[in-house]
């Protein structure tokens, strides 16, 4: 009869303990050297041209296959990543990533219809004086930038990225690169999809689109990703032109415009804006936030901190016509409901200026902005002709809902400015809407020729800037005719009985300037106007990429094995040593 075989404590404890030490070596050993890179089975090392592209070309159809760099790369042509391969390229330096320099007049890497590319770990770039853009990706490619950088790379459009596929940032940056002489400084989406998650869009430079140009694409930014710091004549951050544009989360900061849309541009597109911040952007003409010549809805987020040196320090919005194909495309649509407008300056409009436009505000904030002249919340310029009248009927102001408080003009209308007195009859106020603690030069009364006005277009139950009790006083809607009034007393009639001839609303800036908005635009997108976003979180992203994070992971349960190693140690030399034995009884 077979005994069955007992094991003591201390067996236990040593079988435990050299498990435990085995696992800790095979996860240095294994998985740490490609903490930075894909820790794919069977990855290959590459430390030239050939094998490199060796390695490319004999990889399996449709098996992913890492390729690590043991040094940088030099090429003689496009590095091409053909249909059907599913290529990630990384390194094995965690700590100086090697380069992939491309030559002259070609982008460093192509990747074609049906191929798959991740970037995670290695530098993308040209030398000096070197032509050619990143990565080009043709329809129905894709290319993810998990980890690494596009930089230093130069083209007529797409500096860093020229996207006609499927582009998917997760992390990484795509920085210093010029699209020279036109669109996409750092990324050119046309027709594409551009996804970004997270890494920063920073430093790139071009006529239009500084950070990003897209050109009847999908681009969209969420989580903890960065456009800032980039620089363009129209749309330092981004734009878009004919496309989609979401933005649900990350910051465009800090960008400039040499003339229009520091932070974004959007011309004839749709641009959805559900949370994040566009901040601290510049523009020396108008639109240092945003500028809109298309189709803007404001759900979330924030639009703070922008300036622009004339029109427009959150927004820019003014009304446009496009001929496609033969037919009129209008632009110049913004609606607010949700979000907020908040600390922006310029001339005139501090948070937003909107010439002939249809602007519709059924919640969200305007507040703290300021004006140097006119409109410190808002101002509204619309076109008349030579007798006064309106040029336009679409264009107008409808308030539904929200607050304009704490908005300063040194001039007239401290909430909302008027261009001239005929635009009074395009403001509409609806009951609840609040305004409170705007500024503006001097207070008046309401002339009775307006009282009918006023009764039609501005509910009986508006909350207006103490001590008025109606909204035609300067301070919260422009309105200078007449006298003004004293209202250190904290005493303001209701309705007053001026006779004196009807004068501007708030001081007009001569609208002909800008009245010839009809445009015919193609691929080269002659104007465009583009600002930024600012959020705190997205300073972060660097930190949280995921090959960061699956490196942190790896040390931390290293770290938790070697203390479990450590308290077996201990255990089995207590029990080797007889203090954990019960006594033996003589």
Known sequence: MKRKTKFSKLDVYHRV???????????SCILLPNANGASLEGAIHVRNEVELR??????????????????SITLTNTLYIPVGKLITLTCNDPVNSYLLVGTNNQSTITVVGGGGLTLDGIVVTHNAGVSGSGVTVHFGGTLILSNGTISGNTAARGGGVYNAGFFKMIGGEISNNIADPYQGGGVYNEYGSFEMFGGKLSSNTALHGGGVYNYFGSFRMSGNCMVWGNT????????????????TGGNIFDNVAKNQGGGVYNTFGFFEMFNGQISGNTALY????????GVFSLFGGAILGNSANHYGGGLYNFFGKLLVNGVDAYGGNFSLSGGEIFGNSASSGGGVYSVDGHFTMSGGLISNNTAVFDGGGVYNEFSVDSSGNLIYSFCDFRLSGGKIFGNIASRNGGGVGVSHVAGLARIFVADGVVFSNNYAAAAYNRDSIHDSLYSSNVGNRVTWTQPFTQGYNNYDISYAIGASIDIGNNTVLDSGNSNSNCGSGSNSTNSSDKSNNEFSLGNDAGFGLNGGIFNTGGMWSGLFSYTALVGAALVVVIVVLC???????????AVGS?????PVNG
Request: charged fraction near 10%; charge should be neutral.
């Open 17 to 27: 303990l050299l498990f435990v030490f085995l696992f800790v070596f095979l996860f």
């Open 54 to 71: 060796n390695a490319v070309n004999n990889a399996p159809s449709n098996v992913p296959v890492a390729i690590i760099f043991d040094a």
């Open 232 to 247: 363009a004549e129209y749309g330092g951050g981004v734009y878009t032109d004919r496309g989609n544009f979401s933005l």
């Open 286 to 293: 108008g639109g240092g936030g945003v500028t809109n010549v």
């Open 563 to 573: 203390f479990v190693a450590v308290f077996l140690f201990q255990k089995v030399r």
């Open 578 to 582: 007889g203090k954990n034995e019960a």
